[in-house]
C-alpha cells in the first residue's frame, strides 16, 4: 500500500510551494553592487557553510572563467584553518541565511584589516547584513526548518552578483532570471505527480547519493543535505567522478543515485555513470530536461540558472521518501533552524 500524500503537508511543504514567488521577490529587489573594483584583489574567496556552501559552486566556476583567482571555503575553515586568506587582498563572498550563525559571526570578527565583503543574506537586520561593504538581501521570507527556499533566492542572489562582478549585461542577466519563478511554479504545480510517482521509484531503497559536475554540484551537495535533513535517511552529495571513486562498490537494489545532465560538455558522462550504475545493480535516474520519469525532468531555462531548477526534483524525493518513513518532512528533533555552536 503506498503512503498518504496529503500526509507531506505541513510547514516544510508550505516552504517549497512558497519558491516561485520567493524567487520573484528577490528578483524584484535586486539592485547593481556598488564598484568593488574586483580587480584590484588578488582573491575572490566564497564562503558558506551547509546550504549556502554549495549554492557556491556556479559562481566559483563563473569567476574562474572570467579570469579571477576564487577559492571556496566553509566559513569556520576559512576563519580556524586558512585566516592568511583574510586581509586586503582579498574581497570575500559570504553567503549566510540568518546572517547571524556562529561561523559568520566569527567571521565577520576576525576579518583582518581592509577585507571587502559582500554579504548574501535572508536577514536584512543580521549583523552580516549591517557589516558588509555590500548586501545583497534575498526576500525568501521566514523559513520553517530546511533550507529550501532560500537556497533558491541565494542561487538567484549568486548569479546577480557573478554578473556584477564579471561585468555582464544586467538587462540579459535579469531576462534570464526572470524564467525562474514561473518555471518553478510550473514544476511544483504537479508536486503530489512528482511525490506519487516517486513512492513507487524509491520503494526499497535505503541510501540515497546525489552526483553532478560542474555547476550542479550545487544540486548534489544541497539533495545530500536535505534529504538527511528533511528524512533522516542516509544520504550524500558529490562529483558524479568522486562516485565512481569508493561508493560505486556500495552498488545495491537498496542504492538509488540521482545524476544530475548538467553543463552538454559533460553530459555524456553523467548519462555513462547511470547506465553504469544500473548495470552493476544499483538505481539510478537522470535529471534533465528531457528526462523520464517526470519528477526529474527539469524546466527548459537558461543554462546560467539551470542550479536554481535542479534544486527542485531534491525536494520532491525528500517529501516522498519522509511519507515513506511516516515522518513528518522537514521536522527537526536535534539541530535548530541558525546554528548557533561552531
Known amino acids: 500500500m503506498l503512503p498518504d500524500i496529503s500526509t507531506v503537508k505541513g510547514p516544510y511543504f508550505d516552504d517549497l510551494l512558497f519558491q516561485p514567488r520567493a524567487l520573484a521577490d528577490t528578483l524584484a529587489n535586486l539592485r547593481p553592487l556598488p564598484?568593488?573594483?574586483?580587480?584590484?584583489?588578488?582573491?575572490?574567496?566564497?564562503?558558506?557553510?551547509?546550504?549556502?556552501?554549495?549554492?557556491?559552486?556556479?559562481?566559483?566556476?563563473?569567476?574562474?572563467?572570467?579570469?579571477?583567482?576564487?577559492?571556496?571555503?566553509?566559513?569556520?575553515?576559512?576563519?580556524?584553518?586558512?585566516?592568511?586568506?583574510l586581509d586586503s587582498r582579498t574581497l570575500l563572498v559570504v553567503v549566510s541565511q540568518s546572517g547571524r550563525s556562529a561561523e559568520t559571526l566569527r567571521l565577520l570578527d576576525a576579518r583582518g584589516r581592509g577585507v571587502t565583503t559582500i554579504g548574501i543574506t535572508n536577514t536584512?537586520?543580521?549583523?552580516?547584513?549591517?557589516?558588509?561593504?555590500?548586501?545583497?538581501?534575498?526576500?525568501?521570507?521566514?523559513?520553517?526548518?530546511?533550507?529550501?527556499?532560500t537556497v533558491l533566492a541565494a542561487l538567484m542572489a549568486l548569479t546577480w552578483v557573478g554578473d556584477c562582478l564579471c561585468g555582464k549585461d544586467l538587462a540579459q542577466t535579469r531576462s534570464e532570471l526572470e524564467q525562474t519563478a514561473p518555471a518553478a511554479a510550473l514544476y511544483l504545480r504537479r508536486w503530489d505527480h512528482h511525490v506519487a510517482i516517486l513512492f513507487s521509484v524509491l520503494q526499497g531503497a535505503r541510501h540515497f547519493f546525489f552526483a553532478g559536475r560542474g555547476a550542479s554540484l550545487a544540486a548534489a551537495g544541497v539533495g545530500g543535505l536535505i534529504v538527511k535533513e528533511a528524512t533522516h535517511a542516509h544520504s550524500e552529495g558529490m562529483s558524479s567522478a568522486a562516485f565512481r571513486h569508493g561508493p560505486f562498490e556500495m552498488l545495491s537494489p537498496e542504492v538509488f543515485v540521482l545524476v544530475f545532465g548538467g553543463d552538454p560538455a559533460t553530459a555524456a558522462l553523467n548519462e555513462a555513470l547511470v547506465e553504469d550504475i544500473r548495470n552493476a545493480g544499483g538505481r539510478a535516474c537522470l535529471a534533465a530536461t528531457d528526462s523520464d520519469p517526470e519528477p526529474?525532468?527539469?524546466?527548459?531555462?537558461?543554462?546560467?540558472?539551470?542550479?536554481?531548477v535542479e534544486m527542485l526534483p531534491c525536494q520532491m524525493m525528500s517529501l516522498a521518501l519522509a511519507a515513506m518513513a511516516g515522518r513528518e518532512p522537514g521536522k527537526f528533533e536535534r539541530i535548530t533552524k541558525v546554528t548557533t555552536t561552531e
Not at 582573491?43 to 549556502?52: A, E, F, K
Not at 558588509?132 to 530546511?146: F, I, K, M, R
Not at 526529474?296 to 536554481?308: D, H
Open 296 to 308: 526529474f525532468r527539469l524546466p527548459e531555462v537558461p543554462s546560467p540558472v539551470r542550479p536554481i
Open 35 to 85: 564598484d568593488l573594483h574586483p580587480g584590484k584583489y588578488s582573491r575572490i574567496v566564497l564562503t558558506g557553510m551547509g546550504g549556502s556552501f554549495h549554492a557556491l559552486h556556479p559562481l566559483h566556476l563563473q569567476l574562474i572563467e572570467h579570469g579571477y583567482t576564487s577559492l571556496m571555503a566553509e566559513t569556520s575553515e576559512l576563519v580556524y584553518s586558512m585566516p592568511g586568506l
Open 124 to 149: 536584512a537586520d543580521s549583523p552580516l547584513a549591517s557589516r558588509a561593504d555590500a548586501t545583497v538581501l534575498t526576500h525568501a521570507g521566514p523559513e520553517y526548518s530546511v533550507s529550501s527556499k
